[in-house]
């Protein structure tokens, strides 16, 4: 026999605190038990505890281990679906910025102990659908989801892996900054403050896409650094935030690799920030919860570095001499052409 529900039913339940939502599915409600919940809906004066939000990421985090029936309710719920949707948009953002090619690039946001939603293989990160997207487990294993996953989701896991704070990857090809990842160059510092407080860039050496070595180089840099260019291939970074903030930093790092590159042809040596300036963006950086190998150091030892500096003169003097980056007998040989023309034309 069902269960019939009357208004005075509901009246109960109410004064118990108890969820009028949590009635049998096959419940048959009076007309008037019908209206008084339409009447309770209306007002929001629904009580109790509520039934499981979707829309909210699960009050106990899943680990790849649960029924595969629970992680499907899962991957198709409310919630699931908004960061599905998130990833959508962050491949507009990274396509329409030219900041993948092909099927480039891909995308990964962390969803339980052990459980990642991620972008497939082959697919354009333009046109990217939320049906596309995939779960996986932390060794790469398809959990849900019709499209394959990306190839390079190891990197994206064994980052994770390694670094319990990242929430989100976001692995693409910027040409500016992949240009100094093929010459193998961390950008020149203290130039721009965004860099300085949201990026923290280091190289990792090429190794066949896709494959653990890659991924092991990458996290073995994780620790102190969220934007690691990849020798000959692009750039991943992660974030303790969000997509949208992994995102993020490849907006900046890519603005700043360009404007570097504007800033070395202008013929004037760039004016760099003092070690007093840069301590306080690091101040700023290490209270966002940003990692940095400079954290900790003393205000002489922030600016030692040999790396290339497109004639950058750093108010504290590099290891190496402070023209590195122009060659000075081209210089000569430049000067002594300019002198014989000046000559002639006398
Ligand atoms: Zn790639």
């Known amino acids: 026999m069902k269960n019939v529900i009357s208004v005075r039913d509901l009246e109960d339940m109410v004064r118990k605190g108890q969820d009028v939502r949590s009635l049998p599915a096959d419940a048959i409600l009076t007309p008037s038990a019908r209206d008084f919940l339409h009447d309770l809906e209306g007002n929001g004066a629904m009580t109790g505890p509520a039934v499981t939000d979707t829309s909210q990421p699960p009050a106990k985090a899943l680990n790849s281990k649960r029924p595969r029936a629970e992680l499907e309710k899962f991957f ?3 919630y699931c679906l908004g960061l599905k949707e998130q990833l959508c948009d962050i491949g507009r953002r990274l396509w ?3 900041y993948v090619d092909g099927n480039g690039g891909n995308i990964a946001i962390r969803v339980g102990d052990d459980i990642v939603l991620c972008t497939p293989t ?4 333009g046109f990217m659908k939320p049906d596309d997207m995939c779960l996986v487990d932390f060794e790469g294993n398809q959990l849900c989801g019709v499209k394959k996953r990306t190839s ?14 990242a929430v989100a990857t976001c692995h693409c090809h910027p040409p500016y900054s992949t240009g100094f990842a093929v010459a193998g160059l961390v950008p020149p510092t203290c130039m721009i403050p965004e860099y300085e407080v949201f990026a923290s860039v280091a190289v990792a050496p090429y190794r066949t896409p896709g494959t653990p070595e890659m991924g092991q180089l990458v996290a073995d840099l994780v620790d102190k650094h969220n934007t690691i260019l990849m020798a000959n291939h692009g750039v991943v970074s992660w974030s303790h935030n969000n997509i949208e903030d992994a995102y993020f930093k490849m907006e900046i790092l890519e603005a700043y690799c360009r404007t570097v590159l504007v800033t070395a042809q202008l013929g004037k040596p760039p004016q760099t920030m003092t070690p007093a300036q840069l301590q306080d963006l690091l101040k700023i950086k290490e209270s966002l919860g940003i990692p940095d190998p400079r954290h900790g150091l003393k205000e002489c030892e922030l600016c030692d570095n040999d790396e290339w500096r497109p004639g950058v003169m750093c ?4 290891k190496t001499s402070l023209d590195a980056g122009f ?10 052409i300019t002198d014989q023309i000046l000559a002639r034309l006398k």
Not at 327 to 336: F, G, L, M, N, T
């Open 96 to 98: 329409q910025r030219a």
């Open 76 to 78: 198709s719920s409310p």
């Open 315 to 318: 108010a504290v003097p590099a």
């Open 327 to 336: 060659d000075s007998e081209a210089e000569k040989a430049v000067q002594a």
């Open 122 to 125: 082959l697919v354009s990160k």
């Open 152 to 165: 390079e989701i190891l990197m994206h896991l064994q980052i994770m892996k390694r670094q319990p704070k």
